[in-house]
């Protein structure tokens, strides 16, 4: 366990680690300070963040060390970020990279450098030779998405995507910090796909004998290690892939159980029942939590925040379709496409008109072509950074 001491910077800059068993409201709050005048971003749900924070709670905990940090400039908060070694992500890729997460300043340079160097130095001490980031806390978090946002500031992120002030990236720069990948995301109009298309996807599926069916709700406990044995095999090769623990993906079905809809997730299997593809897609609630603008399903023990929530989560006609994979050997094979077809055509029978594919990695060609011809538009890019330790 580290042990919270003060990094004293110039400028007028002092940073902060905040203490395990300290509260980490203020580390919370700031992120309306910074972002709350911002008409596209949308507050996180305060009930899903708190326990992601909290290292006796989220699973993650259980395989990563964790540091919270704050700066401030004459006793005014400027700034936050996490500095995290995922032991497990450095088990799978043979690496010593740590990474950074929950990252949020004011539009100081001083202040996020001081920042920066503090988890910086974390890392170091704990043995890393490169640092990454950001990641709240990594690729497979539900939280919010890797990366800050470069471009599309002008729409709104869809569920579990990030959205920050477009002065982000020059702070990395200004501090030093490099590009290590981009990712991507599309935007789906509705109905652009030709009939033709879809009957070919759905005539290769039938040709390779697959089944392309919706999650079974009554039978969730063997569906969830289904889709995880899809999950650890047909992403095991992606760039910043973590293996999900048991813990971490029983976690994850609880967190979205209540919002899934078990039409739009759908599993492909071979004849003999084997799970070889799998797509998820969420209804965008992001178009009900805009509506708390503070974040709370509950203020005083009254559930107004909630009442708002459900009123407005019946308006919803947009999704996001967040995960897509194939076993290997079967990446090439179309079948994926044609579980994209299938959740397409699901989409639009549950009244869904449009909605986004997010995120790819940019130099995933094979899906960056198929987006494009499905007629999909690429409109928000996130950046990872690096930089030697």
């Given amino acids: 366990m580290s042990t919270a001491a003060p990094v004293a910077t110039a400028g007028g800059v002092r940073v902060r680690e905040i203490a395990p068993g300290q509260s980490l409201r203020p580390f919370v ?20 963040l708190e326990p992601v924070l909290d290292r006796k709670k989220h699973p993650f905990h259980q395989h990563a060390d964790v ?36 990252f949020e300043c004011r539009d100081d340079p001083e202040a996020a450098t001081a920042l920066l160097d503090a988890a910086a130095e974390w890392l170091r001490g704990r043995g890393m030779d490169r640092v990454m980031g950001p990641f709240n806390f990594s690729t497979n978090d539900e939280s919010s998405s890797p990366g800050i946002l470069v471009d599309g500031f002008d729409t709104p ?29 599309y935007w789906i109009p509705s109905n652009q796909v030709p009939e033709r298309v879809q009957a070919g996807m759905k005539r290769l599926a039938k040709r390779m004998g697959a089944t392309i069916r919706s999650l079974r709700m009554k039978d969730l406990k063997a569906e969830v290690a289904r889709v995880q044995e899809v999950y650890n095999a047909a992403w095991s090769r992606n760039w910043g892939f973590v293996p999900m623990t048991e813990a971490e993906f029983a976690h994850m079905a609880s967190e979205l159980k209540p919002v899934v809809n078990p039409e739009l997730c759908l599993l492909a299997e071979t004849p003999e029942g084997e799970p070889i593809g799998f797509l998820l897609a969420l209804p965008d609630l992001n178009q009900a939590l805009k509506h708390l603008p503070d974040g709370r399903l509950f203020r005083y023990g009254v ?30 094979s ?47 890019r996130y950046r990872i950074f690096e930089r030697p330790l």
């Avoid at 799978?92 to 740590?98: A, L, N, P």
């Avoid at 959205?163 to 995301?185: F, I, M, Q, T």
């Fill in 29 to 48: 709050d700031f992120a309306w300070t910074v972002n709350g005048r911002d008409p596209q971003w949308v507050p996180p749900l305060r009930l899903a």
């Fill in 67 to 102: 540091a919270y940090f704050a700066a401030e400039r004459n006793g005014v908060m400027a700034g936050r970020i996490a500095a995290v070694v995922n032991h497990q992500y450095n088990q799978f890729h043979d690496e010593k990279t740590g990474t950074f997460g929950f």
């Fill in 157 to 185: 992120p869809t569920v579990m995507m990030s959205h920050n002030p477009p002065y982000y990236g020059r702070l990395l720069e200004g501090a030093g910090w490099s590009k290590a990948k981009d990712l991507v995301a």
């Fill in 303 to 332: 559930p107004i925040g909630l009442a708002r929530f459900l009123w407005h989560k019946r308006k919803i006609n947009t999704l996001r379709i967040m995960t897509l994979g194939m076993k290997p050997g079967l990446q090439a």
């Fill in 334 to 380: 179309g079948l994926g496409t044609a579980v994209y077809m299938r959740g397409l055509e699901v989409a639009e029978k549950n009244g869904f008109v449009a909605g986004e594919a997010s995120w790819i990695l940019e130099d995933n060609h094979e899906m960056c072509t198929a987006m494009d011809k499905l007629g999909a538009r690429q409109y928000k």
